[in-house]
């Protein structure tokens, strides 16, 4: 399995500012993703980070609004860009060489 | 539009019963994955079912993927407090590509 470390794991934000969290995996890894659970609901794929090269994203989520980093293979970042109240919410970062694990998350909170 | 359902949303149980938790799909997943998250935390991987009909234990849990690889199940033998979680069910449609998550299954175990 693989260990994978976000931070911050909170964070409470105003509105109009850009937070990035980071995700650190403690080895190399094929894929890694980023997810949203907001209270009390399952999780939604934002996009998949690709390794080199520009994420892609699910219907519903920008690049504008979500710029990924990904510059190798244990590290990316997921930015929330003018974050509004809307945006609060758990982001999770995963990685997969196979199965798919889970970092413990980041709990943002925009007032 | 929501590949998994799961049901039941909710379940609020007495210490030492039995429960099953149920994964649909009209989608054929190449994987599928079972996940517990407590709160404040990640999801935590239970099991992967590859095999159409396969069947999986984990102590007291049970797991089963459908002959046609498009459901699942999750049966729990007398629950205990500790059983306390949401429990996710997680498909992957092609091989290393992200997972689609049900809405989940909030289980509250009783003593």
């Known amino acids: 399995s693989a260990v994978i470390s976000q931070k911050p794991s909170r964070d409470i934000c105003q509105r109009g500012t850009s937070l990035t969290i980071q995700c650190q995996v403690d080895?190399?890894?094929?894929?890694m993703f980023w997810y949203r659970q907001q209270p009390g609901q399952s999780l939604t794929l934002i996009a998949t980070?690709?390794?080199?090269?520009?994420?892609?994203?699910e219907s519903g989520f920008v690049i504008d609004k979500f710029p990924i980093s990904r510059p190798n293979l244990t590290f990316s970042t997921l930015t929330v860009s003018n974050m509004s109240p809307e945006d609060s919410s758990i982001y999770l970062c995963?990685?997969?060489?196979?199965?798919?694990?889970f970092g413990e998350g980041s709990r943002l909170t925009v007032l | 539009t929501q590949l998994l359902e799961q049901s039941p949303q909710f379940l609020s149980i007495q210490e030492g019963e039995n429960l099953t938790v149920y994964c649909n799909s009209s989608?054929?997943?190449?994987?599928l994955q079972w996940y517990r998250q407590e709160p404040g935390e990640g999801p935590v991987l239970l099991v992967t079912?590859?095999?159409?009909?396969e069947v999986k234990k984990l102590k007291r849990l049970t797991f089963q993927f459908g002959d046609a690889r498009k459901d699942s199940s999750l049966h729990i033998t007398a629950a205990q407090p500790g059983d306390t979680g949401l429990y996710l069910c997680?498909?992957?449609?092609?091989?290393?590509?992200?997972?689609?998550f049900g809405k989940g299954t909030s289980l509250l175990v009783t003593p």
């Open positions: 997680a498909g992957s449609l092609r091989s290393g590509y992200a997972l689609n």
């Open positions: 080895s190399q890894v094929t894929m």
């Open positions: 980070a690709n390794q080199g090269s520009e994420a892609t994203y």
């Open positions: 989608s054929v997943f190449s994987s």
């Open positions: 995963s990685a997969s060489s196979g199965e798919l694990f």
């Open positions: 079912v590859v095999t159409g009909g």
